[in-house]
């Protein structure tokens, strides 16, 4: 079974960066289409970056030319770079395996922990 690991959350400033990593297990990483998501406390959760196996991307307007997601097939990896981060970016940000269907992107795999940032103003 794919197990997902994030991490690379921490507290930042307004303006900060950071960068998120996944890791995937799994001989299938590859050939899958990868998301990032977040849920801010109260809220529900949303897809903020996707990537295709070909490496195209589409980001949520709200993080479009700040966030830019990436991957490492040979790592079973998928990156996102977060800059000019603002305080509505706190949020626990989640990556999943997404498949595409009836219009939206949905996340297929069990969730992971999760890693936290926090942009404080």
């Known amino acids: 079974q794919v197990q997902l690991v994030e991490s690379g959350g921490g507290l930042v400033q307004v303006g900060g960066s950071l960068r998120l990593s996944c890791a995937a297990s799994?001989?299938?990483?590859?050939?899958?289409?990868m998301g990032w998501f977040r849920q801010a406390p109260g809220k529900q959760r949303e897809l903020v970056a996707t990537?295709?196996?070909?490496?195209?991307?589409i980001y949520a307007d709200s993080v479009k030319g700040r966030f830019t997601i990436s991957r490492d097939n040979a790592k079973n990896t998928v990156y996102l770079q977060m800059n000019s981060l603002k305080p509505e970016d706190t949020a626990v940000y989640y990556c999943?395996?997404?498949?595409?269907?009836?219009?939206?992107?949905?996340?297929?795999?069990?969730w992971g922990q999760g890693t936290q940032v926090t942009v404080s103003s």
């Open positions: 999943n395996e997404v498949k595409y269907a009836s219009g939206t992107w949905f996340p297929v795999i069990r």
């Open positions: 799994g001989s299938i990483f590859s050939i899958n289409a």
């Open positions: 990537i295709t196996s070909g490496g195209s991307t």
